[in-house]
């Protein structure tokens, strides 16, 4: 199983960011998919989650109607589009598949996103 994010980088405050996790080694339409986060000195956030068939999708408090999270199938991949970001977005940000025993079993290495101006 490999998770491989990608689409972070720096970024103004009110602005956009399109991350992007790459699947690869197992049934992707199988699973549902969770972005997590984390910011320096802080504990792990979770941040959203969708399931196998991108029907139905579940955000934090803190993103919700400003995050996106959306999948495609055929591509394997899982995005999770950032809108109007905050300074309190910056962190790192990782995809993770959740296992079947309602676990997150896989993990990317994660990718930076910072929002400062």
């Known amino acids: 199983v490999q998770l491989v994010e990608s689409g972070g980088g720096m970024v103004q405050p009110g602005g956009s960011l399109r991350l992007s996790c790459a699947a690869s080694g197992f049934t992707f339409s199988r699973y549902d998919m969770s972005w997590v986060r984390q910011a320096p000195g802080k504990e792990s956030e979770w941040v959203s989650r969708?399931?196998?068939?991108?029907?139905?999708?579940y955000y934090a408090d803190s993103v919700k109607g400003r995050f996106t999270i959306s999948r495609d199938n055929a591509k394997s991949t899982l995005y999770l589009q950032m809108d109007n970001l905050k300074p309190e977005d910056t962190a790192l940000y990782y995809c993770?598949?959740?296992?079947?025993?309602?676990?997150?079993?896989?993990w990317g290495q994660g990718t930076q996103v910072t929002v400062s101006s």
């Open positions: 993770a598949r959740q296992g079947t025993r309602g676990t997150r079993d896989y």
């Open positions: 969708i399931n196998t068939g991108g029907g139905i999708t």
